[in-house]
């Protein structure tokens, strides 16, 4: 009978063990020292080797990747220019001449501060290195234009510049001969993006207030980028008129009939954006 209770007894103890060893196993708060410990071990070596990966498979690869197309349209517009300008210089001559300049290195700086952090793959960068390579040869600081087309280059997607200049061809093809004289005078044009004709009696005598087209909608996010740049900007025009009552139209008393017309106005630095997008894409 003794004998018999011992085996009941650890038999006990061995379901009490085996109980606890589940309890642990289902509650992590109540891990063991030493379990707590190799969980601890084994994230912090999981978080090391995802933040190697992040660093050497996605941020390397890439800034170097972006890297490659800003230089690759530097030193072709550098070569470029080199032609019209400097017709005896070497390429080792040119650098060596920017090298030599502040100016120019600190907007080689910057640039390439930009492309590392733009938000396309292969346009942007592109257009960082056209327009930095005209404004280093030049020596002299970015203007305010340049510096919104900068920021416009690192900001949109490729997917945002394949919209932008799809849109301005398409935009273009349809300008009036007056307008394309303008647009040649001026180097800036107003394109219709909405039109609305409204109504209501004279004896009502008013008409209620409309917003404006949302330009995310209407273009693209591309448009609500370069409206907060300054590089396009929204203008509204109303027209007003009465139109007489006419039984024959069904018009039983005077109207006043008022035409909204809402239009995106560009700026010159928004066709050279265009223009550069259209070159780094050709380039691709």
């Given at each position: 009978?003794?004998a ?8 006990d103890g061995?379901l009490?063990?085996?109980?606890a ?7 992590p708060m109540a891990l ?8 601890s071990?084994a994230?912090?070596?999981a978080v090391?080797?995802v933040q ?6 996605v941020i390397?690869?890439w800034?170097?990747?972006r890297?490659?197309r800003f ?9 470029k220019q080199?032609d019209?300008r ?9 650098l060596?001449r ?8 600190s ?8 492309v590392c ?15 930095t ?8 600081s970015?203007?305010?234009?340049e510096?919104r087309m900068?920021?416009?280059a690192?900001l949109?997607?490729d997917a945002d510049?394949?919209e932008?200049?799809?849109?301005t061809r398409?935009?273009?093809?349809k300008?009036?001969t007056e307008q394309?004289?303008q ?6 044009v107003?394109?219709?993006?909405d039109e609305?004709v409204d109504e209501?009696k004279t004896?009502?005598g008013h ?6 087209p949302?330009l995310?909608?209407v273009?693209g ?9 300054c590089?396009?900007?929204?203008d509204?025009r ?8 006419d039984?024959e139209r069904?018009r039983?008393?005077?109207?006043h009939?008022?035409?909204?017309t809402?239009?995106v106005v560009?700026t010159?630095?928004y066709?050279?954006?265009v223009?550069l997008?259209?070159?780094a894409?050709a380039?691709l």
């Amino acid at each position: 009978m003794p004998a018999q209770r011992s085996s009941t007894a650890n038999g006990d103890g061995r379901l009490l063990n085996y109980r606890a060893n589940i309890h642990y196993l289902g509650n992590p708060m109540a891990l063991t020292p030493l379990a707590a410990t190799l969980v601890s071990s084994a994230k912090s070596a999981a978080v090391s080797k995802v933040q190697a990966f992040v660093k050497q498979k996605v941020i390397e690869r890439w800034s170097r990747y972006r890297a490659e197309r800003f230089f690759e349209s530097f030193l072709d517009e550098v070569a470029k220019q080199a032609d019209d300008r400097y017709q005896s210089a070497s390429l080792d001559d040119l650098l060596d001449r920017l090298d030599a300049e502040d100016e120019s290195t600190s907007t080689l700086f910057d640039a390439y501060r930009r492309v590392c952090l733009s938000a396309s793959r292969d346009v942007g960068p592109r257009i960082i290195g056209l327009l930095t390579a005209v404004v280093v040869l030049e020596n002299r600081s970015a203007t305010g234009g340049e510096e919104r087309m900068f920021q416009a280059a690192e900001l949109l997607t490729d997917a945002d510049f394949a919209e932008l200049v799809e849109y301005t061809r398409a935009k273009q093809e349809k300008l009036s001969t007056e307008q394309g004289e303008q647009f040649a005078q001026h180097g800036y044009v107003s394109y219709v993006v909405d039109e609305r004709v409204d109504e209501v009696k004279t004896t009502q005598g008013h008409f209620a207030s409309v917003s404006p087209p949302n330009l995310g909608e209407v273009l693209g996010i591309w448009g609500l980028r370069l409206n907060a740049l300054c590089l396009i900007y929204e203008d509204r025009r109303e027209r007003f008129r009465i139109e007489n009552a006419d039984s024959e139209r069904y018009r039983d008393e005077d109207m006043h009939v008022r035409t909204i017309t809402d239009y995106v106005v560009t700026t010159r630095e928004y066709h050279r954006l265009v223009a550069l997008a259209e070159r780094a894409i050709a380039s691709l």
